[in-house]
């Protein structure tokens, strides 16, 4: 793939003082008005300083506007194309889920999010990655190379926002995690206290990759995804993330950013200094 050769170019010329690091989007050509307000904040609030390349994920509707997305921004952008489908064992008819958003597009979204995306080449040669939704906003300008805070402190997951999700949406999983964690002999670590449905509003997250590359990830997701919840539950990429999490990265290594102002939705953060 050319753009993954572009990639490994840039990596290769990487300044040996900075963290090897990128920030991801996931989008389509009918969310590009939202999309170019969000890639416009974060240059003007985080990148014009700290100059970290842009990875787009998309399907191929995203293709036709490649060139005029790159004007956007003075940043490095790249693109990944990927196919949003459901694993060849999950049923054809795909079960909707009334009582919890169940369209399955959002479905393909959780699968990619929780598995997919760390298995995609772009990402291979990475320390840390920082993920925003098409529709996040930085909304102040952040006076600190977040990804240096990060390697700095020797943390391997910041987030945002902590909080509970459905019920509706995560039926099953804590029961299916706690199956997991006994007949594999895991060692809890902070699960017995992360509870039914609490998660981290992962549309803004800054991780280590070296979580989700694990093998100790690797078995849980893939168990997680036979036993086919995100398609006949609709457990979202949050919850299972939020999970491992608590089984696989200490507390002393995860981070809250209070201090980055942030806008997703209804959601606000006001940045405060502690």
């Not at 099953?172 to 594999?184: D, H, K, M, Q, R």
Request: net charge positive.
């Amino acid at each position: 793939d050319k753009e993954c050769k572009r990639f490994r170019i840039m990596l290769k010329r990487w300044p040996q003082s900075k963290p090897k690091a990128a920030i991801f989007y996931l989008t389509q050509a009918s969310r590009l008005t939202i999309f170019n307000k969000s890639i416009q904040h974060l240059y003007r609030n985080f990148n014009k300083k700290y100059r970290y390349p842009i990875i787009i994920f998309h399907e191929a509707d995203l293709i036709p506007h490649k060139r005029e997305i790159r004007k956007w921004t003075s940043s490095q952008v790249y693109f990944q194309q990927v196919a949003l489908v459901a694993p060849e064992y999950v049923p054809k008819e795909i079960p909707q889920t009334p009582n919890c958003y169940s369209h399955v597009s959002y479905k393909h979204m959780c699968q990619f999010m929780a598995k997919n995306v760390y298995e995609q080449p772009i990402l291979q040669g990475l320390k840390y990655y920082w993920r925003l939704d098409d529709e996040s906003l930085i909304t102040h300008p952040v006076d600190y190379d977040l990804f240096s805070f990060m390697q700095s402190k020797k943390l391997q997951y910041g987030y945002i926002w902590q909080y509970l999700d459905s019920l509706d949406c995560v039926k099953g999983l804590w029961e299916t995690a706690s199956i997991y964690i006994a007949s594999n002999k895991i060692p809890p670590g902070n699960f017995p206290s992360w509870k039914s449905p609490s998660i981290y509003y992962n549309n803004f997250e800054i991780s280590s990759l070296d979580i989700w590359h694990s093998p100790s990830y690797n078995r849980f997701i893939d168990y997680i995804e036979r036993v086919g919840g995100i398609y006949s539950q609709r457990w979202g990429d949050a919850p299972i993330k939020g999970i491992a999490i608590s089984l696989f990265v200490p507390k002393k290594a995860l981070h809250l950013f209070k201090d980055i102002g942030y806008q997703h939705n209804t959601f606000n953060n006001t940045p405060t200094r502690s």
